[in-house]
């Protein structure tokens, strides 16, 4: 596989594909020379890799090491592997970048039945505090907020859960007046949705 960087902002690097593939054991590699790029060019950008497909997993150690964070893709991943492994799969992927240091992000069916539904499954929910209590740094909605009807109660539902989880774990703490955060605090929204 092969790229061609189109232009660059201070914040963003736009790349076009010239030759297709998979990048497979290449990924370190790749992300080390886009790494690379980026400082020969003065700006300060993070790189995080998305796990998304079988053939990283054997890479995994050395995947996360070269980048600055990971986005553990859940979906993309139950499409190729065995729907059972992926759970398993996540925690290993968060201890990993928890153990180095490395930003982990969850992303994919947090609350998928939200897309139609203005309330979410007890399963959704006991997902959410899962993932925060495994260690996530962050986690991502999509689809509930790209074109489901009810985006702002989708997180709203995310950072109460996630706040309330997070409170519970030693050194957490409860921020006061929980039920009114996202009406004083708009700003303090960590979801957002990362598609068109």
Sequence with gaps: MSMVVKSTTKDSVKCAVV???????????VVHELKNYLKSCGVDI????????????????SIISAS???????????????IEEVPLLQEEIINLCCNMGKVVIVATYMLESMIVHPTPTRAE?????????????????????????FPLKAMQVMHTVTLRTEATIPGGKMPPNIGQVLKNHMSEMFTYTMQP
């Design 125 to 149: 929910l006991s997902d959410i505090t899962i993932v925060v209590r495994e260690g996530s740094d962050g986690i991502m909605l999509s689809g509930e907020t790209t074109h489901g009807k």
């Design 19 to 29: 030759d297709g593939g998979e990048l497979k054991s290449r990924m370190p590699k």
């Design 68 to 82: 600055h964070g990971t986005m553990v893709a859940r979906g993309d991943l139950g499409a190729e592997l065995p």
């Design 46 to 61: 993070h790189v995080i890799i998305k796990i998304e497909s079988a053939n990283s997993i054997p890479n995994l150690h």
